[in-house]
């Protein structure tokens, strides 16, 4: 029993190994001994022989042993018949030795005959096990799960980061003008899949419905510009600005709904693995954008050869930034891509052979903006640099930790 449950392991091994590499015979070693088997190409759980190179070794020295038992019993056969003629004591001694070796020869044959026995019956027995066909009152098989739909809940918690021309803006020493400041981004949703939609293996497709909010930070230090500008009484003069300590945040939320393919899918009987595909339409529910910092003004008119700084009447002088808030211009729709991959770990003990229609969903995800988030906003007057996110448009990206529990449908609790 020993040897057959050491075999059942390295089969297992081979035959993912060769499931993987598409072949349909697989190799392996047991303690020295070639494993060989054969599945029908394409259902690696459907074996046609297996071989363990053991059995063929005691069956070429069992017939070695008959071979030379056959030529033992010639010989004392040929001694019997000399001794029925002669008393000479050495041709009896010879009688004797002879038919003790014949004796052990028999012996030695058959304790190899029933190791040949054992092994032969319990190979019979693994592809017996493996090779069962399901059947309906199976209950505790991979195909009673993948035929049953899913349904459960999630939450994710990502970092996004954003990405627009603006924030690639550099200052004299070309350093970046702006920094991004970490956040975090929170997702929760429902979640309905299909049941396997293929006889072998699991594909599947779903739908689900989440809410989601991101924020978005960026900095600036430090940074000055001169500008040409024109002032209240049409006087043109060139304006000399210094941005301190500015910091610009957005935040938008969405409800979205995500439409996913998915290879692998949740078993109550075992772990299982899966990878997701989505596309996922959102729409914008509401956004805010902030702004914080300070900003300094002056100007220089040349034709009076005068620098005004500190003058209220005209704008001169140190302001926050803060005033100069702007309804982000966030798009309303957005259309999202997703890819997924992760583990379903059902809620149970497997190993003792219970089972569960609970599942517990661990993965990663990434998230990531086909349209634009939000348009580009055309800033007019003096204060164009102020604004983080005046571009041709912004995009992100969301990576994400996701956990989640899902309920089978159809299965039943096996304590």
């Given at each position: 029993?020993?040897c057959?449950k ?6 297992l091994f081979v ?15 047991y303690?020295?001994?070639?494993v ?8 690696p759980?459907?074996i046609q022989?297996l ?13 070695r042993?008959?071979?030379?038992k056959?030529s033992l019993?010639k010989e004392?056969n040929k001694?019997k018949?000399?001794?029925t003629?002669?008393?000479?004591d050495?041709?009896q001694?010879?009688?004797i ?9 028999e ?13 032969s019956d319990?190979?019979q027995q693994?592809?017996n096990?493996v090779n069962?066909?399901?059947t ?7 195909s009673?799960?993948a ?16 990405f627009s ?14 920094n991004?400041?970490?956040?975090l981004?929170h997702?929760i949703?429902l979640?309905?899949g ?8 699991s594909?599947?497709?779903g739908?689900?419905?989440?809410y ?5 930070v960026?900095?600036?230090?430090t940074?000055?510009d001169t500008?040409?500008?024109v ?34 899918q949740p ?6 693995g899966?990878?997701?595909l989505?596309?996922v339409?959102?729409?914008?529910l509401s956004s ?6 300070f900003?300094?003004?002056a100007?220089?008119y040349?034709?009076y ?15 926050s930034?803060g005033?100069?808030?702007?309804d ?9 891509g997703?890819?997924a991959?992760?583990?379903y ?9 219970k089972t ?6 661990l ?9 634009p ?5 055309q ?9 983080a ?7 992100f990206?969301?990576?994400a ?7 089978i449908?159809g299965?039943k609790n096996?304590q």
């Amino acid at each position: 029993m020993n040897c057959l449950k050491y075999i059942s392991g390295l089969l297992l091994f081979v035959c993912c190994v060769g499931f993987v590499y598409g072949q349909n015979v697989v190799t392996g070693k047991y303690k020295g001994h070639v494993v060989k088997m054969k599945y029908y190409k394409g259902s690696p759980d459907d074996i046609q022989y297996l071989e363990y190179g053991l059995v063929n070794e005691l069956n070429k020295t069992v017939s070695r042993l008959e071979n030379e038992k056959a030529s033992l019993q010639k010989e004392l056969n040929k001694l019997k018949g000399k001794a029925t003629v002669s008393s000479d004591d050495s041709l009896q001694l010879q009688l004797i030795i002879q038919e003790r070796d014949l004796l052990a020869r028999e012996r030695t044959i058959d304790s190899l005959n029933e190791r040949v026995v054992v092994l032969s019956d319990s190979l019979q027995q693994l592809q017996n096990v493996v090779n069962t066909p399901v059947t309906p009152t199976d209950k505790n098989i991979r195909s009673s799960s993948a035929d049953c739909s899913h349904f459960g809940v999630s939450y994710s918690m990502g970092i996004p980061l954003l990405f627009s021309s603006a924030l690639n803006h550099k200052d004299d020493m070309n350093q970046p003008l702006w920094n991004r400041r970490m956040t975090l981004s929170h997702q929760i949703g429902l979640y309905w899949g299909s049941r396997s939609l293929v006889r072998k293996g699991s594909l599947s497709l779903g739908v689900g419905l989440e809410y989601s909010r991101m924020r978005f930070v960026a900095a600036m230090t430090t940074f000055s510009d001169t500008l040409d500008a024109v002032d209240e009484d049409n006087d043109t003069y060139t304006a000399y600005l210094t941005y301190r300590n500015v910091e610009e945040s957005a935040t938008l939320h969405y409800l979205s709904i995500p439409l996913t393919l998915s290879i692998g899918q949740p078993y109550h009987d075992r772990i299982s693995g899966y990878f997701q595909l989505s596309l996922v339409p959102s729409f914008c529910l509401s956004s805010s954008y902030k702004t914080s910092g300070f900003y300094d003004l002056a100007g220089y008119y040349s034709q009076y050869d005068l620098t005004l700084d500190n003058f209220d009447a005209l704008g001169f002088g140190t302001y926050s930034v803060g005033e100069l808030d702007e309804d982000w211009n966030a798009n309303r729709f957005v259309l999202t891509g997703r890819v997924a991959g992760g583990i379903y770990l059902p809620m149970c003990r497997t190993q003792q052979g219970k089972t569960s229609p609970w599942v517990m969903k661990l993965g990663i995800k990434l998230d990531f903006s086909i349209t634009p988030m939000a348009k580009g906003n055309q800033t007019d007057g003096l204060f164009k640099a102020a604004t983080a996110y005046s571009s041709d448009g912004c995009r992100f990206l969301d990576p994400a930790l996701e956990v989640g529990i899902m309920y089978i449908f159809g299965t039943k609790n096996k304590q």
